[in-house]
């Protein structure tokens, strides 16, 4: 195990002072080590240090372009940063230098979902899930693009499967009362809304969308 693969442990057992030891160590051994300056904008990143992270990411790309985890890296702190236009730029480059693995789908679907286009968010969530099924972020993240596109269908079966993955998921539950809601069943939205207040009596939209529900229910009577 070499600097790099022990400061990444460090890092993920919350030994940050240990990590950047080792890296600092690696870069002055190696000062063209590309992985070690991605690392340690990794770190910088996780500690809240994100201009220096930038920084650091900045010299990965100019020692090895090729490096699709620093354009990664640098990403994620541009949508930290609310900057989501530069973020799905920085991810699609990770995409075209090989990065392939279900997070770097995620986040960019999220960040056309925080710009809200929903559209271009589809394809991107839709990949993420299709690499990491287990992924319920992801799926309802999904649903909800769907479900904002008025595939609304399709949007209830990604809920669903939220739920079969998370049976405590409020909000999977409130965004399939809206669903019903929107297909004109009352009673089933009502019965969503109500399973989501179970879970989370403090849902605002789940008690207003109850409160609609029963008031079309009452008009019926």
Do not use: W
Not at 105 to 122: A, E, I
């Amino acid at each position: 195990m070499d600097r790099n693969q022990k400061a990444v442990k460090e890092m993920q057992e919350g030994n940050i002072e240990e990590a950047a030891k080792l890296l600092n160590e690696a870069i002055e051994e190696n000062p063209k080590d590309a992985v070690a300056f991605t690392n340690f904008g990794n770190l910088l990143s996780a500690v809240g240090e994100e201009d220096r992270a930038i920084v650091f990411y900045d010299k990965a790309i100019e020692l090895d372009e090729s490096l699709a985890t620093a354009y990664y890296g640098k990403g994620n702190v541009f949508f930290n940063k609310d900057s989501f236009k530069e973020a799905v730029d920085l991810y699609q480059e990770a995409i075209v230098r090989g990065l392939h693995e279900g997070d770097v789908y995620y986040m960019t679907g999220m960040s056309y979902y925080q710009l809200g286009d929903f559209l271009r968010s589809l394809p991107s969530l839709s990949r993420a899930i299709e690499l990491n099924p287990d992924d319920k972020d992801a799926r309802f993240h999904y649903g909800m693009c769907l479900a904002q596109t008025e595939q609304i269908d399709e949007a209830v079966e990604q809920f669903e499967k939220v739920l079969e993955q998370d049976e405590n998921h409020a909000d999977s539950y409130f965004n399939l009362g809206v669903a019903y809601a929107f297909k004109d069943d009352a009673h089933k939205a009502l019965s969503m809304f109500n399973k989501a207040l179970k879970i989370q009596p403090e849902h605002a939209l789940a008690a207003n969308g109850k409160k609609q529900m029963e008031e079309i229910l009452g008009q019926e009577d």
